[in-house]
């Protein structure tokens, strides 16, 4: 079935370091994908989504690009603040199925 | 404009118990997600109602069921609970199916 396998974590980084959480997918055809973030004792908050191959979502820094080549979103940031902690998580979607979430992953960011 | 509410924030019951969740989604979304969170199996999907039709259902027991009113609020109920059942249960909506989701803060559910 359409899957999403995103590499694990934890991530520990220092503050203005590069990011990126890899992020794969398994489907029968061309879903739309999303990454969300969520911090502690919340929901997950939408970060960008992408709706078709090539597409760039971006946000708050944050850049994924759809990758149908190698059925990748990677989720990558330049310089990464220490208020970027929290869990990310990819999902993938197809029309009206269910959102398919990858396990998450963890990110610290150290001052 | 107002986000997804989810009440209560927190709920302590007693094994064998039953317990009604409640989501109540951004005005004018017809579709309402359910998902389960715990540390150990992550983010599993329960069921998903639009304009108060069961659309989707995930793979849980027959206790787990859930409703949507006209109104598109909607409630999940979970019978004779057990102690794996405490997790973090999350409600979403969107304005369309296909759309993305915009998450409630959860309930956390704690069953002892």
């Known amino acids: 079935g359409d899957s999403v396998t995103q590499m694990e974590g934890p991530v520990t980084l220092s503050e203005e370091a590069f990011l990126t959480i890899n992020c794969t997918y398994t489907?029968?055809?061309?879903?739309?994908l999303f990454w969300y973030v969520q911090y502690p004792g919340e929901g997950l908050q939408l970060l960008l989504k992408?709706?078709?191959?090539?597409d760039k979502g971006s946000n708050k820094g944050f850049e994924a690009t759809y990758r149908k080549e190698t059925t990748s979103f990677h989720l990558e940031k330049g310089s990464v603040q220490v208020s970027d902690s929290a869990v990310y998580f990819c999902?993938?979607?197809?029309?009206?199925?269910?959102?398919?979430f990858g396990a998450g992953t963890r990110l610290t960011v150290k001052p | 404009k107002a986000g997804v509410t989810q009440t209560p924030r927190y709920l302590i019951k007693t094994r064998g118990q039953q317990v009604t969740l409640s989501c109540s989604p951004i005005s004018g979304h017809r579709s309402v997600s359910w998902y389960q969170q715990t540390p150990g199996q992550g983010l599993q999907f329960l069921f998903e109602?639009?304009?108060?039709?069961?659309?989707n259902k995930g793979n849980f027991p027959g206790r787990f069921s859930g409703r949507q009113f006209s109104n598109s609020r909607s409630e999940m109920n979970v019978s004779t609970l057990e102690l794996g059942d405490s997790a973090l249960y999350l409600c979403?909506?969107?304005?369309?199916?296909?759309?993305?989701?915009?998450f409630g803060s959860g309930t956390r559910l704690t069953v002892v």
């Open positions: 489907a029968t055809g061309y879903p739309s």
């Open positions: 999902a993938l979607r197809f029309n009206n199925n269910d959102m398919r």
């Open positions: 992408a709706t078709k191959a090539d």
């Open positions: 109602y639009f304009s108060e039709t069961q659309r």
């Open positions: 979403a909506s969107s304005l369309q199916q296909g759309d993305g989701y915009t």
